[in-house]
């Protein structure tokens, strides 16, 4: 069973950084798409980041273009968002997403979610 837990979410203030993982147990990790989603009250899920395989590309949403960077280490089976320069609008749940297509078949897999608050 494919397992993604994230970690590191929390309360910060403005102005201030987190850095937030993603374990993945029982998956190819170097064979998917790792992206970072977040989940504000009383609005839609939204993309913050990915990162492609075997390459490494990485697309951003223009809300926080400059202060995140997503990362990936392949011997861990893990990927990272730093967070920096946070803002108030950062505030929301952030999902890990591992993502596949192969054979015109799509493996599509969440975490559970970690609380990132930005507030002084």
């Known amino acids: 069973q494919v397992q993604l837990v994230e970690s590191g979410g929390g309360l910060v203030q403005p102005g201030g950084s987190l850095r937030l993982s993603c374990a993945a147990s029982?998956?190819?990790?170097?064979?998917?798409?790792m992206s970072w989603y977040r989940q504000a009250p009383g609005k839609e899920r939204e993309l913050v980041a990915d990162?492609?395989?075997?390459?490494?590309?990485?697309n951003y949403a223009d809300s926080v273009k400059g202060r995140f960077t997503i990362s990936r280490d392949n011997a861990k089976n893990t990927v990272y968002l730093q967070m920096n320069n946070l803002k108030s609008e950062d505030t929301a749940v952030y999902y890990c997403?591992?993502?596949?297509?192969?054979?015109?078949?799509?493996?599509?897999?969440w975490g559970q979610g970690t609380q990132v608050t930005v507030s002084s």
């Open positions: 997403n591992a993502k596949r297509y192969r054979y015109g078949s799509l493996s599509n897999y």
């Open positions: 990162i492609s395989t075997p390459g490494g590309t990485t």
């Open positions: 029982n998956v190819i990790f170097s064979t998917y798409t």
